[in-house]
């Protein structure tokens, strides 16, 4: 298909800033949705309110536009899960995405495609078994929330849109995200695996991200779910030996699963110790070239020298 107008939110995130970067470079025409005004935004733009019964005061500036793609929502690894947080996490990506859905569903030009982001969560933690998107949906909060943020695109699918589900794993950049956090750490020598590190961890660097969003974009028979990793997951300990050697530091300070569950709680175990060993399947099948397909260069190639 052809790109020729697209609407974004999301787009002060580090993936959203990337996707607006690349699109701009490719003079594809852009409208972004923000919550509240900012000096920082570039382009055309225009306010929303996804909790209000019109999210957006005119939306007939929307008409015209071929794609959508939805990338907002509070960040899971933010904070310890309070149950107020676990609301927050909820109401920031279900509410909105249900919003947009209807909004795209109303326009008299509907938009081809709704690309909307979901999380590799989904499939909870399975040890050591390869999950694709067959897979079915683990069970506890993550899995559920992320149920119910899939759902939520159902009005645009009913209208006729293509509806795209994107998994994310932990996407890999040094300007934002779990990667970012670590690298101080890191750098200063005082990283090491978390709990067993036998868990897994299924990546996907930066550029593979903007390049996936724009292929399920213009592929017209991808619709669904989508994982959005890198074809090879590795394991914690893995992950912690390969920064450490990107970073040319050491990697001996290991932190038990009791200290994380203790300082964090059920984050903890959701997300820093779970092992989610998932594989992009249809990407593969849908003849997706990745970029950086192996950890070791995918961080050469993402951290400064």
């Not at 759902?151 to 994310?168: C, K």
């Not at 992950?239 to 300070?253: D, H, K």
């Not at 989610?276 to 190639?301: H, I, Q």
């Amino acid at each position: 298909m052809r790109v020729e107008r697209v609407l974004l939110t999301g787009s002060s995130g580090f993936i959203g800033t990337s996707l607006l970067r690349s699109l701009m470079q490719n003079r594809i025409s852009t409208i972004t949705l923000h919550r509240r005004p900012s000096a920082q935004q570039t382009g055309a733009s225009e306010l929303w309110d996804p909790y209000a019964p019109t999210p957006v005061s005119r939306p007939e500036r929307l008409e015209g536009i071929t794609a959508a793609v939805h990338l907002s929502g509070a960040n899971l690894a933010g904070r310890r899960w309070t149950s107020a947080y676990k609301r927050e996490i909820s109401a920031s990506r279900v509410t909105p995405t249900h919003a947009l859905a209807k909004l795209l569903a109303g326009l008299r030009s509907k938009p081809e495609v709704l690309v909307c982001a979901s999380a590799i969560g989904i499939y909870g933690n399975r040890g050591d078994g390869e999950l694709s998107e067959a897979s079915l949906p683990g069970s506890g909060f993550l899995p559920d929330l992320c149920v119910a943020w899939e759902e939520a695109a159902r009005p645009a699918q009913d209208a006729g849109i293509r509806v795209v589900n994107l998994r994310f794993g932990v996407v890999l950049s040094p300007q934002g995200g779990a990667l970012k956090q670590m690298l101080p750490i890191f750098r200063a020598g005082l990283g090491g695996r978390l709990g067993s590190g036998r868990q897994w961890i299924s990546w996907i660097a930066l550029p593979d991200v903007i390049r996936v969003i724009e292929f399920v974009v213009g592929t017209r028979n991808m619709s669904g779910p989508v994982n959005v990793v890198a074809p090879n997951p590795v394991t914690n300990l893995e992950f912690t030996r390969s920064l450490a050697g990107a970073l040319r530091r050491p990697a001996a300070l290991p932190v038990p699963g009791f200290a994380l569950r203790l300082a964090f709680g059920e984050m903890a175990e959701a997300t820093i110790l779970q092992s989610e060993r998932v594989v992009p399947a249809r990407l593969s099948a849908a003849g997706f070239n990745f970029e950086y397909p192996k950890l070791d260069a995918a961080l050469r190639a993402i951290l400064p020298p």
